[in-house]
């Protein structure tokens, strides 16, 4: 089963920059969709970038214009790149490989520990 290792978050100032990588231990990773969420405190987990096998990438509207998601297959690794960082981009940041459901993706791997960003002055 794949397995998914964060890293890269930290406390940053509002408006400053952070890239978060995702470590996938997988045979597979170049077939599957991926995609990065967040569980800010007291909120539910919730999808922010995914990026399909052809590497097409989607955010959601908290996050566009902002954020950018990419992978590198060679390495089976998954990136998240944040600028304008605001307070709230709090959050612990999590991976996970994503199937499309009706028009939505949905998580199906196994949960990591994530990597948490803190936002604040």
């Known amino acids: 089963q794949e397995q998914f290792a964060e890293s890269g978050g930290g406390l940053v100032q509002p408006g400053g920059s952070l890239t978060l990588s995702c470590a996938v231990t997988s045979d597979v990773f170049a077939y599957y969709a991926m995609a990065w969420f967040r569980q800010a405190p007291e909120k539910e987990r919730e999808l922010i970038a995914s990026i399909s096998s052809a590497e097409t990438t989607d955010y959601g509207d908290s996050v566009k214009g902002r954020f950018t998601i990419s992978r590198d297959n060679a390495k089976n690794m998954l990136y998240l790149q944040m600028s304008n960082i605001q307070p709230e981009d709090t959050a612990v940041y999590y991976c996970?490989?994503?199937?499309?459901?009706?028009?939505?993706?949905?998580?199906?791997?196994?949960w990591g520990q994530g990597t948490r960003v803190t936002v604040s002055s």
């Open positions: 996970n490989e994503v199937a499309l459901s009706g028009s939505d993706y949905v998580p199906f791997g196994s």
